[in-house]
């Protein structure tokens, strides 16, 4: 993507702060469609290792001195300036909140256990992917539907059978378990490839059954998707240029490039998302060498080769509590290994005993 290097995961800045999304596990309602309704609930850590940031931009340490008797004194200005400070960063903790409240479904907590920095309220979330300039969807008219009998006569809509919207599938498998305890959940099978799955959808004549209802989040079990404003290449060129110049270091960007090679798409028409401003609790999670989550794209629209949803799914059972982390750089292990280190190279912090050091080279 221009000089933008294509990610099969998330951005390629330096680092620096890391709020991290962590499961809080609730029951979800049943519903249909697991990428765009079943999430679970999370609640978000931050574990940054930045400097403690002041609303007015300045640090904190400037303004305590250490007197001769050994004791912290701090004049009055200063201690005005610290409250006020103090005020405003409790304010905008308050109106993340708020924001944080009103995501429908179940409830996400925010949580900073690590130190006193404040998310930025330039950030807001949306529950769907915002279309800029220059993206566009594929057209209604050639989205097609399975013709598949309703519910196949059973429960389980229409697994194993000729189903259309399989067509697409490698192997043609239905990609979820359908009965037991993992009922809903993505099978094993499934789980260790980097296969895209392809969906039902509205036209399909399959039934209300005919997708997945999980409870709780079990190995193979749909979190939420990645959620931003969908932008062109060259944008997104823009957007991390302005970035470079004022030296911000965490990165939202995510490209959407799963059927680019096998459709011969080059990597200046692939569009990206970007969570940095609008996004969904997803955008929080963290780069992880020993992950529990990993990202599949899922397609509804079988004809849109450009605009599908990038989908978490637990790859273990995720205990209550546990930070939710994918791979950023996914099966590019061996590539990234056989680059230099750069200015570009992002050290990884995830702490996991096969740490590779850095997030991408
Ligand atoms: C999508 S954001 C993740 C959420 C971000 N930590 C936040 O607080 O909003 C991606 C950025 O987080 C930081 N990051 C995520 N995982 C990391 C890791 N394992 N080591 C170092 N930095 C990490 C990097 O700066 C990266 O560009």
Not at 119 to 139: H, I, M, N, Q
Not at 195 to 211: K, T, V
Not at 283 to 302: E, I, L, T
């Given at each position: 993507?221009?000089d933008?290097?294509p990610?099969?995961?998330?951005?390629?800045?330096?680092?620096?702060?890391i709020a991290?999304?962590?499961v809080i596990?609730?029951?979800v309602?049943k519903?249909?469609?697991p990428?765009?309704?079943?999430?679970q609930?999370v609640?978000f850590?931050?574990?940054s290792?930045?400097?403690?940031?002041?609303v007015?931009?300045?640090?904190n340490?400037?303004?305590?001195?250490?007197?001769?008797?050994g004791?912290?004194?701090?004049?009055?200005?200063?201690?005005?300036?610290?409250?006020?400070?103090?005020?405003?960063?409790?304010?905008?903790r308050?109106?993340f909140l708020?924001?944080?409240?009103?995501?429908?479904?179940?409830?996400?907590?925010?949580?900073?256990d690590i130190?006193?920095?404040?998310?930025?309220?330039?950030?807001r979330?949306?529950?769907?992917?915002?279309l800029?300039e220059?993206v566009?969807?594929?057209?209604?008219e050639?989205m097609?539907?399975?013709?598949c009998k309703?519910?196949?006569?059973?429960h389980?809509?229409?697994?194993?059978?000729a189903?259309?919207c399989?067509?697409?599938m490698?192997?043609r498998?239905?990609?979820?378990?359908?009965?037991g305890?993992?009922?809903?959940?993505l099978r094993?099978g499934?789980?260790?490839?980097?296969?895209?799955?392809?969906?039902?959808n509205?036209?399909?004549?399959?039934?209300?059954?005919?997708?997945r209802c999980p409870v709780?989040l079990?190995k193979?079990e749909?979190?939420?998707?990645y959620k931003g404003e969908?932008?062109t290449?060259?944008?997104?060129?823009?957007?991390?240029?302005?970035k470079?110049?004022?030296?911000?270091?965490?990165t939202y960007?995510?490209?959407m490039?799963?059927?680019?090679?096998g459709?011969n798409i080059?990597?200046?028409?692939?569009?990206?998302?970007?969570?940095?401003y609008?996004?969904?609790?997803t955008?929080?999670?963290n780069h992880?060498?020993?992950?529990?989550?990993?990202?599949?794209?899922?397609?509804?629209?079988?004809?849109?080769?450009y605009?599908y949803?990038l989908a978490f799914f637990a790859?273990?059972?995720?205990p209550a509590g546990?930070e939710l982390?994918?791979?950023y750089?996914d099966?590019?292990?061996?590539?990234?290994?056989r680059k230099?280190?750069?200015?570009?190279s992002l050290?990884c912090?995830?702490?996991?005993a096969n740490?590779?050091g850095?997030?991408w080279m």
């Amino acid at each position: 993507m221009g000089d933008i290097t294509p990610l099969t995961g998330l951005g390629k800045a330096g680092s620096s702060s890391i709020a991290s999304v962590h499961v809080i596990k609730d029951k979800v309602q049943k519903r249909k469609r697991p990428s765009e309704e079943n999430k679970q609930v999370v609640s978000f850590v931050s574990t940054s290792k930045i400097p403690r940031k002041t609303v007015s931009g300045r640090s904190n340490s400037a303004i305590s001195t250490v007197s001769t008797e050994g004791f912290v004194s701090i004049d009055g200005a200063a201690m005005l300036e610290n409250a006020l400070e103090e005020i405003g960063a409790l304010r905008i903790r308050e109106a993340f909140l708020r924001r944080l409240d009103a995501i429908p479904g179940p409830k996400v907590t925010l949580t900073n256990d690590i130190d006193d920095t404040s998310p930025s309220l330039s950030f807001r979330f949306v529950d769907s992917c915002v279309l800029r300039e220059g993206v566009t969807k594929a057209s209604e008219e050639f989205m097609f539907g399975c013709t598949c009998k309703p519910n196949n006569g059973r429960h389980m809509g229409c697994e194993y059978t000729a189903c259309e919207c399989l067509d697409q599938m490698n192997n043609r498998k239905f990609p979820y378990i359908a009965t037991g305890d993992r009922a809903g959940t993505l099978r094993d099978g499934h789980l260790s490839t980097r296969d895209a799955i392809f969906e039902c959808n509205r036209l399909c004549n399959c039934g209300d059954n005919c997708l997945r209802c999980p409870v709780d989040l079990r190995k193979g079990e749909f979190i939420d998707t990645y959620k931003g404003e969908i932008i062109t290449n060259r944008a997104a060129n823009e957007r991390e240029r302005a970035k470079k110049k004022i030296k911000a270091k965490d990165t939202y960007l995510y490209t959407m490039e799963k059927f680019a090679e096998g459709n011969n798409i080059p990597p200046h028409m692939l569009y990206i998302v970007d969570g940095e401003y609008l996004g969904g609790p997803t955008r929080f999670m963290n780069h992880s060498c020993d992950p529990n989550c990993r990202q599949f794209s899922v397609s509804y629209h079988h004809g849109d080769m450009y605009i599908y949803d990038l989908a978490f799914f637990a790859i273990d059972s995720i205990p209550a509590g546990t930070e939710l982390t994918f791979n950023y750089t996914d099966n590019d292990h061996t590539e990234q290994r056989r680059k230099k280190k750069s200015r570009d190279s992002l050290e990884c912090l995830c702490g996991s005993a096969n740490c590779r050091g850095y997030i991408w080279m």
